[in-house]
């Protein structure tokens, strides 16, 4: 009944699904553009890796700004699905113990009404079948990081985040977050985690920035 009255759709297209076919419609499925690159191709510091499902562009990053900005929390069971999928076949699912994620401010979550990183997250964890826990929070309010600079990203998340009262005891953990462009964030959250007596920390974002080619960077630093 419910599917008859609002029909599905696929996040990232906004085509409605045939009956028994999703929550990704069969086109987008083989024309998302997939990462697959080795977690240890980035590491940010105090971060053993960073494993990413999608690159943050066109489709994708439409529906990501509805699920972030536009109360789109269906899709999170679909994103989800797709990040678990990544972390494990990135064989980063069998290093790890536990999952937390990069929590935001309360400020912005009592005005958005959910934290997307943390859905994200538990949904994930649930996908991987480990726990999922609070183990940071945001202490401090940061202006957004789209404009910024690597320097400047990371003097904007220092000392922004705090660890809850748990001792990690030498936990592996999975840090997961929506988006990864510079790493300053997860750098900064592992830092923490570290601090709290974690092992290991690995990143997990749904989506990685495109990177700009290498002439451009020469050009513009």
């Not at 990232?12 to 987008?28: A, I, Q, S, T």
């Not at 826990?133 to 309010?141: D, E, G, S």
């Not at 923490?192 to 092992?199: C, H, M, N, P, Y």
Request: aromatic share 8%.
């Amino acid at each position: 009944m419910l599917d008859w009255l609002f029909p599905p759709r696929c996040p990232f297209c906004r085509r409605f699904l045939p009956k028994g076919e999703g929550p990704v419609c069969r086109d987008c499925l083989e024309h998302l553009p997939h990462c697959r690159e080795r977690a240890e191709k980035h590491k940010p510091t105090f971060v053993d890796g960073v494993v990413c499902a999608l690159v943050y562009e066109g489709a994708v990053r439409r529906a990501m700004h509805r699920y972030k900005f536009g109360g789109r929390l269906a899709y999170g069971k679909t994103f989800a699905g797709l990040l678990a999928r990544r972390v494990e076949e990135s064989g980063v699912a069998s290093r790890v113990q536990a999952v937390c994620w990069v929590p935001c401010h309360r400020a912005t979550r009592r005005e958005r009404g959910y934290d997307q990183a943390e859905e994200l997250a538990r949904q994930t964890a649930a996908r991987l079948g480990l726990p999922a826990a609070p183990l940071l929070k945001k202490v401090r309010h940061t202006p957004p990081m789209y404009q910024l600079d690597a320097a400047q990203r990371r003097a904007n998340v220092l000392g922004a985040f705090a660890a809850g009262p748990e001792e990690l005891h030498g936990l592996s953990v999975l840090l997961v977050d929506d988006i990864f462009t510079t790493g300053a964030t997860f750098s900064e959250c592992a830092r923490v985690l570290r601090e709290q007596g974690a092992s290991h920390v690995y990143g997990a974002a749904l989506a990685q920035t495109p990177r700009r080619p290498e002439r451009n960077k020469q050009r513009t630093s």
